[in-house]
């Protein structure tokens, strides 16, 4: 293990090289201080608590070279498009392990409402939001989050103009290529969306090829004044991908912002979905749901921070397991001594289909305000017989009938999805899955 | 169309039906009667095929197969309606994606072809009529939240959409008022015809009085012990069943 932490530390300054011309610049200062923060934490451990049930570290060091570097790919316009799924008119970008595909993307809102740009170019160019911006609220006790901050190179910055309705969802194509050597990457996405704004964003994950291949992805998520934001994560990696997300998403006064994350593949992926309310009057929702079979292991842990009074916030994740998938929930919900008057739900529910599939799930709740309302349940349980034995004696087969009650079981979390394309998107994934 | 021979079946250590011989032929009403316990609700489960019995005997001949040997889908796609007695709630499935899915897989089996949304919407607003069901169920999740009575009114709704060859209603008069009670025996009733048969299990007369029998038989601690015609009913109205299991007694 201390092996792995040598290769990063190595490969750190061998980056830091690299930034030449970036020297002493507020990006360059945050990395530094990620890298050091890095250095004491070393990765997680057997005895990390946050991954207690997640041995990422011990399976990346056997599966992954974490001293590579991900090489461009070389996939056709054709066969990144394949990649494509059916959607609205929407603002388009392609990254293929990591790299910012300009020739495929396209931005249809006008530069008034919308501002993107590629990070790499925004690093080497000095652009000033970015400077001011990175890794200022990225929780670095992640011993991921800090490694992103150090080596992150690539990503998209996003700036929504304040009082601005984004006429067109902005949607972000992530694709790893593993057909070039093991793509080992960190991208890192910054997504500022202005006083009183309203933005509607969709990332999709997916690869190509059957290869081995380790993201560790990061978000920035700035929710600005009575702004709104629905936040979409489809994440369909192969079963070979090891992939680390952490999101931080920080929420000011009278804003409203929706978490969706929905899983279906991977060799481990681990979720780490931070919010923090800052401010009073806020509302978050969180709605997850993962699908897992074979050998994948997905791994939830979602924070929100009530730091003042009159927010609300409310959580439904879901799961259905087969074969000897693993899952874990841990959801935690901080109530501040100044956070009076908050109202904050939880709901962990799992379906195991079999006996080999498992799950840990724990609620955290810790609060420090005495006028507030909080709740949180979580139950694990099989395919209810009666309802299987009720569909089938009205003539529908086994299969079928496995599908409809799994499909209704995952329905509580996809009636909220807000986008009629998403939507119909989840079904279709979500119907092939449970049909074969 | 049925033929039971001596069938036997358990729930864990538990047998419940002791050598059951029933026959039914095409265009009969049958009812089923008996005292709590007696074995009733599991013969009707049994045919219908709930894995939570183990037959341990006897055969079950339905229009010249095993019925015992076909999973409950088949025996359903083959013609056999259970109408539950405590019919399943099923959130986030509704009524109608339910029905058009077990319609349409029974008429895949019959070699029909599936039914557009079209023609499905107009066969299913047919048969509510025939209920006298509301029209607002059909889009709410299956039984979810549905009264007693709207429950066993959308057994026999979804009986009259799947017209099947033989159905055995499982106390479809239990927790009925009056009303419900003769709307839903009307429906039995409008389906009934030269071609099915129709097999009631019941507790009480009462729904006797609105769906005719041509027989009636006692079941009693696992077996049928008396069958007769519909006086056989009346009688039973009246003097209850203790008198029966004197006769059993004595005989024992």
């Known amino acids: ?436 | 169309m049925l033929k039971v021979k001596n069938l036997c079946a358990k729930i864990e250590d538990n047998e419940i039906l002791k050598g059951i011989n029933l026959e039914v032929k095409a265009g009969e009403v049958h009812a089923i009667m008996g005292p709590n316990g007696s074995g009733k609700s599991t013969l009707a489960s049994v045919l219908a095929g709930k894995e939570d019995f183990e037959v341990t005997g006897g055969s079950v001949e339905y229009l010249g197969k095993d019925l015992l040997d076909m999973a409950p889908e088949e025996r359903a796609r083959e013609g056999v309606f259970l109408a539950f007695q405590y019919p399943v709630e099923i959130p986030g499935v509704t009524t109608t994606n339910f029905l058009k899915t077990a319609l349409n897989q029974i008429r895949e089996h019959r070699g029909e072809s599936p039914l557009d949304a079209v023609s499905f919407l107009k066969t299913i607003k047919e048969k509510m009529s025939l209920v006298e069901m509301d029209q607002s169920l059909l889009n709410r999740s299956l039984n979810e939240g549905f009264s007693g009575g709207e429950k066993k009114r959308n057994e026999i709704f979804q009986m009259a959409v799947l017209e099947p060859k033989l159905s055995i209603l499982d106390e479809t008069d239990s927790g009925l008022d009056i009303d419900a009670l003769r709307i839903v025996a009307n429906g039995v009733n409008k389906l009934k015809s030269k071609d099915n048969a129709t097999v009631v299990v019941t507790h009480y007369q009462r729904l006797l009085e609105y769906i005719v029998p041509d027989f009636v038989h006692v079941l009693y601690n696992g077996r049928i012990v008396k069958s007769g015609d519909k006086s056989l009913a009346l009688e039973l109205e009246s003097k209850g069943y203790d008198w029966i299991k004197e006769e059993i007694g004595s005989i024992a």
């Open chain 1, 1 to 436: 293990m201390s092996d792995i932490k040598e290769t990063l530390l190595n490969k750190y300054t061998e980056f830091e090289k690299s930034l030449n011309g970036q020297t002493g610049s507020p990006s360059h200062l945050a990395r530094k201080a990620a890298i050091e923060k890095f250095e004491v934490l070393g990765l997680p451990g057997p005895k990390t608590e946050e991954y207690k049930y997640t041995h990422l570290t011990r399976l990346l060091g056997k599966e992954i070279d974490l001293g590579l570097t991900a090489q461009e790919s070389k996939l056709s316009r054709e066969e990144i498009e394949k990649f494509h799924f059916p959607h609205d008119e929407a603002n388009v970008l392609y990254f293929v392990n990591g790299y910012y595909k300009s020739e495929l993307s396209r931005i249809l809102s006008p530069e008034s409402e919308l501002k993107i740009s590629d990070l790499h170019s925004a690093f080497k160019n000095h652009e000033e939001d970015v400077q001011e911006i990175y890794g200022k609220y990225l929780n670095h006790e992640d011993s991921f989050a800090a490694l992103n901050t150090a080596l992150s190179n690539q990503g998209v910055f996003i700036n929504v103009e304040k009082n601005k309705v984004l006429s067109h969802p902005i949607i972000i194509y992530s694709i790893t290529d593993t057909s070039v050597d093991t793509p080992v990457y960190y991208p890192r996405n910054i997504f500022q969306i202005g006083k009183n704004s309203q933005a509607k964003i969709i990332e999709t994950f997916q690869t190509h090829g059957n290869g081995k291949s380790f993201i560790n992805h990061a978000s920035e998520i700035i929710v600005s004044e009575s702004a709104n934001v629905e936040y979409y994560k489809i994440q369909e990696d192969s079963e070979e991908t090891f992939r680390v997300d952490n999101t931080q998403v920080i929420q000011y006064r009278d804003s409203v912002f929706n978490a969706y994350a929905f899983t279906f593949n991977g060799r481990i992926i681990r979720n780490n979905l931070n919010i923090r309310l800052v401010d009073e009057h806020c509302e978050s929702h969180m709605f997850g749901l993962y699908l897992l079979k074979g050998k994948t292991h997905v791994d939830n842990h979602t924070v929100v921070d009530h730091e003042k009074a009159d927010s609300f916030s409310n959580e439904i994740y879901k799961g259905i397991l087969d074969e000897k998938s693993t899952g874990v929930f841990n959801g935690k919900i901080y109530v501040r001594p100044h956070a009076q008057k908050t109202n904050a739900f939880q709901s962990n529910k799992n379906i195991l289909l079999t006996d080999e599939a498992t799950i840990n799930t724990k609620p955290q709740l810790e609060i420090w305000a005495n006028d507030v309302k909080c709740s949180h349940g979580c139950t694990t349980g099989q395919l209810d017989e009666e309802q299987m034995f009720y569909l089938r004696a009205r003539g529908i087969s086994k299969e079928n009938a496995r599908a409809i009650l799994l499909t209704a079981f995952a329905e509580d979390v996809l009636e909220n999805i807000k986008i009629d394309f998403i939507h119909e998107h989840l079904h279709d994934l979500i119907y092939r899955r449970l049909n074969n």
